[in-house]
């Protein structure tokens, strides 16, 4: 099963005079789940739909399941299925006609049609909706129902632009079964997220893409393992002294103020590192209110390698799991 | 395969029955402007009209009947300019994506359209053919029944070849617009031209010669005067005027509706082409 299904080549793209997509190379290898992962405006809505043939290649080149982009957009199309970022369904439609009206459009024979719609309708638990009219689903279900139809004509290449957004965890977790099962029967996925939890727990690779640009790349233990071993929570009286005491410790890698907090990135096993720190600390008379450690996250990773949190809501999450323990 | 228009014909036939205030105010609205404009204007006319002699022998026609001929060509006017308008919103909402992203190629989305638009148009005209008749237009005067069949079919496939045509220039303005209110003024700037410069309403004979020019050029004509021949007969008098056609005459207007529809045809297909939607 080697060999890759997507190929892109120095990958440019410019909406007027602003380039959204600033020379980027990437390999999708068959058979894999390979996430996009970046923050609003990163750019990965623009390569999906370069990919997908929906913008022109302006700069670059692609090769999608052994086909040239520019040459053989047809063949392409072919290959792939697409979930769109946002809603893309025909509210005048039931459920069962969306299928239908997608099975004709990759000209599926009817037998197969009928076969794979009932199927995918089961997939999705639809069963009772299949002759509502879209309009009338709740915003779970037209998830649902787009994602069905994604996979319904088993493309070699499935893209997922945020897959699982709007959809409830019960729900989140029973799609990423069903991904995972049908990348197992070959499909590739290629997905976009910015769910961090979700691209570590599925993906076989991961580019992480800000402004334009691919900045780091790896298996996700990888790219967290770059952070170094352990990362540390610290609250304290007086942060600013405590991160200037941190940093010239050899045992710690980097140091990074939160609105509340310090991070501390060690090379060690914190287990034992955190109690000398913690009387390091008490010795340069920095009194601690609070104190956590964990595992680096993906996350993690993006503040490292963007100087940013990848949502708003990053820290909170931080400070919540601590409030918890 | 060839047919890949079907899918999109399908789709969109499904919309148009879904939809059924939309679809009964199609039908009626073509109805009623022939009831009020035709009861209208055609005492008016028809005073005046019968003022001119009219040689002996020859047939002449009363306004509403020649007013028949002109409402089925305008309501199939703008029924088809406004034909492609689902295109701009399947645009807008994000629809077209999916089918762009297809491996549907987008010569199969501009037949399609075209195809379903036809089958509206085709369908208005026979509520209107059916409803002039009932109403007093004096459609297929002595005609057999064989003959009333073949005039039919020739209304129909004129009718057909002119609505095709509109509709590819519709679909083709639609895919370039953002908004509906654009597409709405470009086809009100259309239309004002295309309706007085035709002889839909009223004669055109006493008008300057740079407006039977444009008439000339205007396909509006050539559907009239393809109605007119299969409903009405190819000599006939009305309002004054003496109206002959030859077969050559009909057969140009055909060839004419034709190459219109052509050139529309591959229009729309270089929009289609460099079109994007995201
Ligand atoms: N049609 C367009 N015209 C101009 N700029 C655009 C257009 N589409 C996207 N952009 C810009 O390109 C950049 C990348 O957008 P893109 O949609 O690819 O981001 P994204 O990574 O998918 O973000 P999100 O996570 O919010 O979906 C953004 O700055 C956006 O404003
Ligand atoms: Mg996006």
């Known amino acids: 099963m080697a060999g890759n299904i997507i190929e892109v080549d120095h990958l440019k793209h410019e909406y007027g005079d602003f380039r959204a997509v600033d020379d980027i ?43 040239d982009l520019k040459t053989q957009p047809e063949q392409v199309r072919r290959s792939i299925g697409i979930v769109f970022q946002d809603e893309t369904l025909d509210r005048d439609l039931t459920v069962w006609e ?34 509502v009219r879209t309009r009338n689903l709740s915003g779970g279900m037209k998830r649902r129902l787009e994602i069905a ?25 029973r799609m990423w079964e069903y991904i995972q099962k049908v990348n197992e029967t070959g499909t590739t996925i290629f997905l976009t997220t910015h769910y961090m939890d979700e691209a570590d727990q599925v993906s076989d690779w991961i580019d992480i893409i800000d402004r334009g640009k691919i900045i780091a790349s790896g298996e996700p233990e990888g790219l967290k393992s770059a952070l170094g071993r352990d990362m540390i929570y610290l609250e304290t009286g007086d942060d600013e002294s405590a991160l200037r005491f941190l940093q010239t410790l050899p045992v710690v890698n980097d140091v990074k103020r939160l609105d509340k907090g310090l991070l501390i990135t060690i090379s060690r096993d914190g287990t034992h590192c955190l109690p000398l720190i913690m009387a390091r600390l008490k010795d340069q008379g920095i009194e601690i209110t609070g104190v956590n450690l964990k595992k680096p996250t993906l996350d993690d990773v993006f503040v490292h390698f963007t100087g940013r949190e990848i949502r708003e809501s990053g820290a909170d999450k931080f400070r919540k799991m601590v409030a918890r323990r | 395969m060839a047919l890949e228009f079907a899918t999109i014909y399908w789709r969109d036939m499904l919309r148009f029955f879904r939809f059924r205030a939309l679809l009964i105010s199609s039908l009626v609205q073509p109805a009623l402007w022939l009831a009020l404009y035709g ?33 089925i060509a305008l309501t199939t006017l703008f029924t088809s300019l406004f034909g492609g308008i689902s295109l701009l919103f399947d645009k807008n909402w994000g629809l077209l994506r999916e089918v762009f992203a297809s491996p549907l190629p987008r010569n199969s989305i501009i037949i399609g359209i075209g195809l379903s638009g036809v089958t509206k148009s085709i369908l208005q005209v ?59 003024g470009v086809i009100t700037l259309l239309t004002l031209p295309l309706f007085f410069a035709s002889n839909a309403l009223y004669p055109i004979e006493a ?65 289609f082409k460099k079109a994007t939607v995201t």
């Open chain 1, 149 to 173: 139809r994604g996979l319904m004509t088993r493309p070699g290449v499935l893209f997922l632009d945020e897959p699982t957004i709007g959809l409830d965890t019960q729900t989140r977790i």
């Open chain 2, 126 to 184: 026979l509520v209107i053919m059916s409803f002039g008749l009932l109403i007093g237009v004096k459609f297929f005067q002595g005609y057999s029944i064989m003959e009333t069949a073949l005039a039919i079919a020739g209304i129909l496939i004129f009718v057909g070849v002119f609505s095709i045509g509109f509709l590819f220039l519709s679909s083709a303005i639609s895919m370039s617009m953002e908004t509906p209110e654009g597409l709405q």
């Open chain 1, 98 to 131: 969306t299928l239908e009206f997608h099975g004709r459009l990759y000209s599926m024979p009817k037998e197969k049609r009928r076969e794979r719609i009932k199927e995918m309708i089961k997939l999705v638990e639809l069963e009772d909706k299949k002759d």
């Open chain 2, 207 to 271: 008008f300057p010669d740079f407006v039977r020019l444009l008439s000339m050029l205007n396909p509006l004509t050539y559907l009239v005067n393809g109605v007119r021949y299969f409903a009405i007969g190819d000599d006939f008098y009305a309002i004054g005027y003496h109206y002959s056609y030859t077969t050559m005459d009909i057969v140009i207007s055909f060839l004419a509706l034709a190459a219109f529809a052509l050139v529309m045809f591959l229009v729309a297909r270089w929009i």
């Open chain 2, 39 to 71: 009861a209208a204007m055609s005492s008016n006319f028809s005073r005046f009209g019968s003022a001119l002699p009219v040689p002996e022998g020859a047939v002449s026609v009363s306004y509403l009947t020649f007013l028949g001929a002109g409402v």
């Open chain 1, 25 to 67: 190379c990437f390999y999708v290898e068959k058979g894999e789940i390979f996430s996009f992962l970046g923050p609003n405006g990163a750019g990965k809505s623009t390569v999906i739909n370069i990919l997908t043939t929906l913008l022109p290649l302006q700069e670059g080149s692609v090769k999608i399941a052994g086909y």
